[in-house]
């Protein structure tokens, strides 16, 4: 059994780098006509990669941009919304500013690009929209409540638009990856201490790879996925699937 994404044509938002780019790019090699939508053209762009700008929180820029999509290769097959920012802080120490927007572009942009695809995947009457969550919505960090609080709207927004749209045979899906070291969170520059420390909270005990988020999504864009919908799938490598995973390595038996 193959999945098949030939010619199919697919929109990754904040696709310039980290998991986005890794998305992007596995979606090209499959196949897919890919559209990178992100607020700039990477200077290592590789090749086979339609690349668009626009801000996701401008939803006029966002309607031009799908609409050039459709016009330019004739359908819309697959969004992946993938583009999000970190907003760190104490609730008593968050800059307002900031709250705002983690909300502006996880939730916001998220519902610009949806607003903006769903008439053409209607026309269609077919169509696979694929948003990014998080960990965080599922079981948030302390400091995280803007971040946290913001994929979790994205978790029911998620599942709000899966039912509005089953009549015209369009999934809609969210998806939570654990611990990717991007330069969003900075795990990869963690002492080692607390790098042992966060690895310990995982089932898998390795670090994410953006490989492992791609694979995922390119099962939930194909047909093999056709019968999922408003659902949130946990990538995250059994990140606390148990109250101490780090016991299973420490048994005797345990390879070492």
Known sequence: MNIDLAGRVVVVTGAARGIGREIAETFAREGAITVGLDLRIPND??????????????????TRVIDGVVADHGSLDVVVNNAGVNAPGTVEAIDPALW???????????FNVCRAAIPHMKARRAGRILNA????????????????????????????????LGPWNITVNAYAPGMVPTAM????????????????????????????????????ASDLAGYITGTLHDVSGGKLATQAPWQAYELPDAPR
């Open 185 to 220: 969170n900075g795990f990869a520059e963690m002492s080692p201490e607390d790098q042992a420390e966060r690895l310990g909270t995982l089932s898998l005990r390795r670090w994410e790879e953006p490989a492992d988020v791609a694979n995922l999504i390119l099962f939930l």
């Open 45 to 62: 762009a590789p090749d086979g990669i339609d690349w668009r700008v626009a801000d996701i929180t401008d939803l006029e820029a966002v």
């Open 133 to 164: 969550a998080s960990f965080a919505a599922i079981v948030p960090s302390i400091a995280s409540a803007a971040y946290s609080a913001s994929k979790a709207a994205v978790v029911s927004f998620t599942r709000v638009l899966a039912g509005e």
């Open 100 to 110: 705002d927007l983690a909300f502006d572009v996880n939730v916001r942009g998220t």
